[in-house]
């Protein structure tokens, strides 16, 4: 199985700070590589997909880069909607696996 | 888009339970569809993949307890869990979309809890 790790675990930043999380796969996944975003009691909202491609609506200063092993979500500018936690996920090849989480909070 | 799920509640180890996902607006049959559960207080553990040529594709800890399954008719997806253990106890949530490398669509989840 792929093991996906991110960092850092969390993050403490504040309105306007740019802010990027490291999600790496323990073998290459290609670009089959998605973002996601999940508020305390909703269901997870995708954010990029295949590494770097934006779902239309997510606003332009979320991106994500990268390719194989490491990969990297960033938000140029964060806002107060963003204070959340993101997740990675592979789907090179089954089982499906999701990184632990980055909880993005107020400093 | 709207994915509704419902069939979760209260059950005990050893027990059986049906977890439905209806569509709107959205075909289960010609998009790939998954179920996604979270453990409370955990992160996002995928469970099940089903494409629309019917090939399904199980996590290793529910491989041979659970199935998936759709009736294109009713345009709702189903999972069924036999054998519930404690550590089955999460939210589960049904997704899906138009790619089966990423999940578009999430529902709002319905909470399983297996305890004695």
């Known amino acids: 199985d792929i093991q996906m790790t991110q960092s850092p675990s969390s993050v403490s930043a504040s309105v306007g700070d740019r802010v990027s999380i490291t999600c790496r796969a323990s073998?290459?996944?290609?670009?089959?590589l998605a973002w996601y975003q999940q508020k305390p009691g909703k269901a997870p909202q995708l954010l990029i997909y295949?590494?770097?491609t934006l779902k239309s609506g997510v606003p332009s200063r979320i991106s994500g880069s990268g390719s194989g092993t490491e990969f990297t979500l960033t938000i140029s500018s964060l806002q107060p909607e963003d204070f959340a936690t993101y997740y990675c996920?592979?789907?090179?090849?089954?089982?499906?696996?999701f990184g632990p989480g980055t909880k993005v909070d107020v400093k | 888009v709207q994915l509704v799920e419902t069939g979760g509640g209260l059950i005990q180890p050893g027990g059986s339970l049906r977890l439905s996902c209806a569509a709107s607006?959205?075909?289960?049959?010609?998009?790939?569809m998954n179920w996604v559960r979270q453990a409370p207080g955990r992160g996002l553990d995928w469970v099940s993949t089903?494409?629309?040529?019917?090939?399904?594709f199980y996590s290793d800890s529910v491989k041979g307890r659970f199935a998936v399954s759709r009736d294109d008719s009713k345009n709702t997806l189903f999972l069924e869990m036999n054998s519930l253990r404690v550590e089955d106890t999460a939210i589960y949530y049904c997704a899906g979309g138009s790619s089966w490398s990423h999940f578009d669509n999430w529902g709002q989840g319905t909470p399983v809890t297996v305890s004695s």
């Open positions: 996920q592979q789907a090179y090849s089954f089982p499906f696996t």
């Open positions: 295949l590494a770097s």
């Open positions: 073998e290459g996944v290609s670009n089959y």
């Open positions: 607006g959205f075909s289960v049959g010609g998009n790939y």
């Open positions: 089903i494409y629309g040529d019917g090939s399904s």
